[in-house]
């Protein structure tokens, strides 16, 4: 399985840009990246995914790196609503179904 | 529409008891997936479930078993419980099976508490 790597926190400004890094060095040409997040409490929500290009819908943006070895989840203009668990997955289909690994994922804190 | 509806929310169990567990996915979706949350940590895959059948299983033991109905409903039976099997159990349901570019979405959860 692709694993990925993630930091295990931020901080980030209300009003600003928060960027999550993620490490999939071990991807390989046919997984996705997938995002996801979680508030307390609820179960994950998904934010976005993609395979090579950059996505963009109405809560975030994905960069993927050329190499597809790294990706960046931007959440363009932060609130405290934002405040989360942020997991970034590498999903892939292996006889015939779909396993999806979590790592621990970011927390991520937006300050008034 | 409604996303995925598990119940119950919360529940608590002693040592030794038996426990189901429900999901309903999203209308249209045909798999369904199982996994348990720790706290602090990310989810761990346990089943997936497509037209009624097991398409997948994570590294759980037999005490965990799960089926899919006609209308893919779910339920994941856990047996002899342990301490350990305190968490959050979590269904996600998907369109089809094997199609990575579909998303997978989450209901809310099973709080399950082991006495």
């Known amino acids: 399985d692709a694993k990925t790597t993630q930091p295990t926190s931020m901080d980030c400004a209300e009003g600003r840009a928060a960027n999550l890094p993620c490490n999939h060095s071990?991807?390989?040409?046919?997984?996705?990246v997938y995002w996801y997040r979680q508030i307390h409490s609820q179960g994950p929500q998904y934010i976005i995914h993609?395979?090579?290009n950059n996505e963009t819908n109405e809560m975030a943006s994905l960069i993927i790196t050329e190499d597809r070895k790294s990706s960046t989840l931007i959440l363009p203009h932060a609130t405290l609503r934002d405040t989360a668990v942020y997991y970034c997955?590498?999903?892939?289909?292996?006889?015939?179904?779909?396993?999806?690994?979590f790592g621990t994922g970011t927390k991520l804190q937006v300050i008034p | 529409d409604a996303g995925v509806t598990q119940s119950p929310t919360h529940l608590i169990k002693t040592r030794g008891q038996q426990v189901t567990l429900r999901c309903s996915p999203i209308?249209?979706?045909?798999?369904v997936s199982w996994y348990q949350q720790v706290l602090g940590q990310g989810p761990q895959f346990i089943f997936q479930?497509?037209?009624?059948?097991?398409?997948g299983r994570g590294n759980f033991p037999d005490r965990f078993s799960a089926r899919q109905f006609p209308n893919y409903s779910s339920e994941l039976n856990v047996n002899a419980l342990l301490l350990g099997d305190s968490a959050l159990y979590l269904c996600?349901?998907?369109?089809?099976?094997?199609?990575?570019?579909?998303?997978?979405?989450f209901g809310d959860g099973t709080r399950l508490s082991i006495l």
């Open positions: 996600a349901s998907s369109l089809v099976l094997q199609q990575a570019n579909q998303p997978q979405h």
């Open positions: 071990t991807i390989s040409g046919n997984e996705y």
């Open positions: 993609g395979l090579k």
């Open positions: 997955i590498v999903r892939h289909s292996a006889g015939g179904y779909q396993k999806v690994t």
């Open positions: 209308s249209g979706h045909k798999s």
């Open positions: 479930y497509y037209e009624k059948e097991e398409r």
